[in-house]
């Protein structure tokens, strides 16, 4: 399956990312596809492009095995904690360093998702058999956090998202709170996992229990899994993300 690479301006964040799209094979004339969207897109179909050097694999599970046809869109993130800026609409109850010097970090979320609702996804439409009132947004750790959040608060473009690992430590009471005063509907699917073993240093069990909970209290439907053994990185999420990407409806 061919991925098509370009670079991509983003507006909003004033930034330069990259952007990947996956065809299905053997496209029907006219026909257009549900779109599942990856952040992080950097890491999801190359190891050679991939920030720790191995991909979730999503171009082989798809060449090898009987998958939904969709076009699979992938876009990259920004460098260091600017990354945790914008998958983050909120600002962090703690400060977080990666290597950088240590500060807050978050508040550019919603102008990352304009970026892909007002620019992005009009490219597609132009150039793409996409179909965008089937959009599964999708990632792992921030990305996750990013994913159900996009979901929640703009629910008629994301109808549906897949949510790993979440990091939902880095702004808890903020993410629980949101959800607990929404008052737009939800009726896609939510899919939210977490390994237990994903960190010394945060608490995603009880971060991720805290936001599964405030969505059932809220009455919005998703399905929590807790990964034995899961771990933090693309290769335990290439595992398990042909089985989660046969959930989308």
């Not at 807050?104 to 102008?111: E, I, P, S, V, W």
């Not at 992005?120 to 996750?144: C, F, Q, R, W």
Request: glycine share 6%.
């Amino acid at each position: 399956m061919n991925v098509i690479v370009k670079p991509f301006h983003l507006p909003l964040l004033n930034r330069e990312a990259k952007l990947y799209v996956m065809l299905p094979e053997k496209m029907e004339m006219d026909a257009s596809y549900p779109v599942l969207f990856f952040h992080d897109g950097q890491n999801v179909f190359f190891d050679r492009d991939a920030s720790f050097g191995v991909s979730w694999g999503i171009k082989e599970i798809f060449e090898q095995n009987d998958m939904p046809k969709m076009v699979v869109v992938g876009l990259s993130c920004a460098n260091g904690l600017n990354r945790l800026d914008e998958y983050n609409p909120f600002i962090a109850s703690k400060a977080v360093s990666f290597g950088e010097t240590p500060r807050l970090t978050g508040g550019k979320g919603d102008a990352y998702l304009h970026d892909i609702i007002d620019t992005v996804l009009p490219y597609l439409k132009e150039h793409y058999p996409v179909d965008l009132n089937n959009i599964t947004i999708a990632g792992s750790s921030m990305g996750g956090h990013i994913s159900l959040y996009a979901t929640l608060t703009y629910p008629k473009v994301f109808k549906n998202a897949l949510c790993l690992s979440n990091a939902f430590w880095i702004s808890e009471d903020a993410m629980v709170n949101y959800i607990l005063n929404l008052r737009k509907k939800h009726k896609g699917l939510i899919y939210m996992d977490t390994g237990d073993n994903e960190s010394d240093d945060f608490d995603y069990l009880k971060a991720n229990h805290r936001v599964f909970e405030a969505l059932n209290q809220k009455g919005i439907e998703a399905t929590y899994r807790i990964i034995p053994g899961g771990i933090h990185h693309e290769s335990d999420w290439n595992k398990r993300i042909k089985d989660i990407i046969l959930m989308i409806k």
